[in-house]
């Protein structure tokens, strides 16, 4: 089954540990991207990668990094998380990441960072 | 500055009558449109697309309107089933360097009632 899966789905952690959000899709796809969403804001673009180690900054990339070592995977890296990052993400990919191409997305991770 | 906006943040309709969701946006580089679904807990799927050179695209009960000198759009669910209900996102993607930029609007929840 064509899927994009993230890991964990829930964490509640506290403000400064580092910690990472697995993402891994099994279609092939070269374009990946994660977003976060918050009330009212919808979803915004935190970082995306058009291919293996090429990534972009999206909308909103502060205080978060990616890396892109494998076409399957491309892991959230939060190094010192802090309460405004508590949010849901979403991690999503496509095939070459052209506009008209729809995205497949995971079905989220909540974070809570106290 | 929400490039993407989606002023009504619900939605009621009565099952078989239209729903009509609308979305304005301010960026002229947008060169694609798409709409997502969403439900609980579930990460966002795609519905239907339009091309910023085409004025409407149709899918089954789903259409989209695109005026462009108006920039806005509209999705038409006809008619409209309690499966329906869900939140429904905007999205505008444009070229960004070397790759695409997705920008949703802050979702509108649609309720179909029996």
């Known amino acids: 089954e064509a899927q994009v899966t993230q890991n964990p789905r829930y964490l509640i952690t506290v403000t400064g540990k580092k910690l990472t959000v697995t993402c891994s899709q099994n279609?092939?796809?070269?374009?990946m991207s994660w977003y976060r969403q918050d009330p009212g804001l919808g979803l915004r673009q935190i970082y995306y990668?058009?291919?293996?180690?090429?990534?972009d900054k999206g909308d909103v990339p502060e205080g978060y990094k990616v890396s892109r070592k494998e076409k399957r995977n491309f892991p959230l890296i939060l190094e010192s998380p802090s309460p405004n990052q508590t949010s849901l993400y979403f991690c999503?990919?496509?095939?070459?990441?052209?506009?008209?191409?729809?995205?497949?997305f995971g079905d989220g991770t909540r974070l809570s960072i106290l | 500055d929400q490039q993407v906006k989606q002023n009504s943040p619900s939605l009621s309709v009565q099952e078989g009558r239209i729903s009509i969701l609308n979305c304005d946006y301010t960026?002229?580089?947008?060169?694609?449109f798409l709409w997502y679904k969403k439900y609980p807990a579930e990460g966002p799927t795609f519905l239907i697309s339009?091309?910023?050179?085409?004025d409407k695209n149709e899918d089954g009960r789903f259409t989209v309107f695109l005026n462009k000198s108006a920039k806005h759009l509209s999705l038409h669910i006809v008619p409209s089933q309690p499966g329906d209900s869900a939140v429904y996102f905007c999205?505008?993607?444009?070229?960004?360097?070397?790759?695409?930029?997705?920008?949703f609007g802050g979702g509108t929840r649609l309720m179909v009632k029996p």
């Open positions: 999503a990919s496509t095939l070459t990441g052209q506009g008209s191409q729809p995205q497949h």
């Open positions: 279609m092939n796809h070269e374009y």
């Open positions: 990668s058009m291919n293996v180690e090429v990534t």
């Open positions: 960026n002229s580089m947008f060169d694609y």
């Open positions: 339009i091309s910023s050179i085409k």
């Open positions: 999205a505008a993607s444009r070229p960004h360097n070397a790759g695409n930029m997705l920008t």
